[in-house]
């Protein structure tokens, strides 16, 4: 079953990578300050980042706990075997929507929602995945489709 942006994702893949680059960074600028994620935290509830290592270190060491016991407490491996929270919501996720361990979180979580990064084609999947999660994500797709031939003929 093809998604609501399945044919806005075949459009885009035919598109320059450095344009279409262009255009998401200057979207994803523009919803960024928009949406408040604090009011929002639907990645925090719903998707558990993919832990490296470095995440691993990172955080044990924040919470003064051997990486170990880190991944004891908080990770298991999932079907691709990488790690990943135990339990969702995040654990770090305070009532207030504000992040326990903001300046040590993963990359994964750093970088989210992604739409400002770089070769954006390469991750057209993973963008219309997390439309469904993230109002800024939603929102660059649907301005991309609903001026659809405007924005993509600029490219």
Do not use: W
């Not at 832990?51 to 491996?77: C, G, P, V, W």
């Not at 963008?127 to 659809?148: F, G, H, S, T, Y």
């Amino acid at each position: 079953m093809e998604g609501e942006y399945a044919e806005l994702m075949k459009r885009l893949k035919r598109h320059d990578g450095k344009k279409l680059d262009a255009l998401f960074h200057r979207l994803h600028d523009e919803e960024s300050e928009k949406i408040d994620c604090l009011q929002c935290a639907n990645c925090c509830r719903s998707l558990g980042p993919r832990f490296i290592q470095n995440d691993i270190t990172r955080m044990a060491t924040h919470l003064k706990m051997k990486e170990s016991a880190f991944i004891d407490k908080y990770l298991r491996i999932d079907e691709d075997s990488d790690y990943v929270f135990k339990v969702m919501p995040c654990p770090f996720l305070m009532p207030d929507n504000y992040c326990m361990l903001y300046n040590s979180r993963t990359k994964a979580c750093r970088e989210y929602p992604h739409t400002d990064s770089k070769n954006i084609k390469s991750i057209l999947k993973i963008c219309e995945l997390n439309a469904e999660v993230c109002p800024i994500v939603r929102n660059i797709l649907n301005r991309i489709k609903r001026n659809d031939y405007e924005m993509l003929k600029k490219l």
